[in-house]
């Protein structure tokens, strides 16, 4: 017990070390840990230690609890641990700017995909982390996004960063690259609106995914290499 009492107070420096919240603040926090572990059957040390590693990531005081409650659901329905679970939910909320005590939906996404497609919530998890930046700036959402790595996962079966990576070069490369728009306009699939702003990559690929089939072999592969490039694929 006496070990455990260290424990606690160690962890609880910590938090205090990164916040300098009052001590009343602290003890507050104290309290709502310990009924967050009680509700999800974890170790109160193991969630203070969660809570220490989102202070860490520059959440305040104000979304530890929420988002550090989801991140143990994570790990109690994935193969997921605490540090992929951090990681994974820091990396979501702040490219797709998704409130702590919204943080739950993404958990949730995952589990879903999971339960329902050949493909891990720990690849899934990977291949958000390895793309998700590039994803946001070009116009992918998180649920396309997730979309999009259990497809290409669950049909190559590479790694959730293997494939993140692979999404991130795609991406970026589907509107950049030279050469991308005449590839497109030869496939019926325009790159830009009327206005003439570069659309969302996820319309885009929404629309050559239509049209996919009416071309020819020949055509399909040439656009696999302007589009996708010839690379090797980083692990």
Same mark, same amino acid.
């Given at each position: ?31 709502? &840990?310990?009924? *967050?572990? @009680?509700? $999800?059957? /974890?170790?109160?040390?193991d969630m203070l230690s969660v809570m220490g590693d989102f202070? =860490? ?24 641990? &605490?540090?992929? *679970?951090? @990681?994974? $939910?820091? /990396? ?12 739950? =939906? ?27 930046s590039t994803a946001k700036t070009f116009g992918v959402d ?94």
């Amino acid at each position: 017990m006496s070990q455990r009492l260290i424990e606690i107070d160690s962890l609880l420096v910590d938090i205090n070390r990164v916040m300098d919240i009052p001590d009343f603040k602290l003890t507050e926090m104290l309290s709502e &840990a310990t009924e *967050a572990s @009680d509700q $999800l059957s /974890s170790k109160l040390t193991d969630m203070l230690s969660v809570m220490g590693d989102f202070a =860490r990531q520059g959440f305040q005081e104000n979304e530890l609890l929420d988002i550090s409650k989801t991140a143990t659901v994570l790990q109690n329905i994935s193969d997921l641990d &605490a540090s992929g *679970a951090v @990681d994974t $939910l820091t /990396s979501a909320m702040l490219n797709y700017n998704i409130a702590a005590e919204d943080s739950i =939906r993404i958990a949730d996404q995952l589990n879903e995909v999971d339960n329902n497609f050949a493909i891990s919530t720990k690849d899934l998890s990977d291949g958000i982390r390895k793309s998700a930046s590039t994803a946001k700036t070009f116009g992918v959402d998180l649920q396309e996004l997730t979309g999009y790595i259990a497809a290409i996962g669950s049909t190559t079966r590479e790694t959730g960063s293997v494939v993140g990576n692979g999404l991130k070069t795609i991406i970026s490369r589907l509107t950049t690259i030279e050469g991308a728009e005449e590839s497109l306009n030869s496939a019926n699939v325009a790159m830009r609106d009327l206005q003439g702003n570069v659309r969302p990559v996820s319309e885009i690929l929404t629309d050559l995914a239509g049209n996919w089939s009416s071309l020819s072999e020949e055509q399909q592969q040439n656009m696999g290499v302007t589009l996708a490039g010839r690379y090797q694929l980083s692990r």
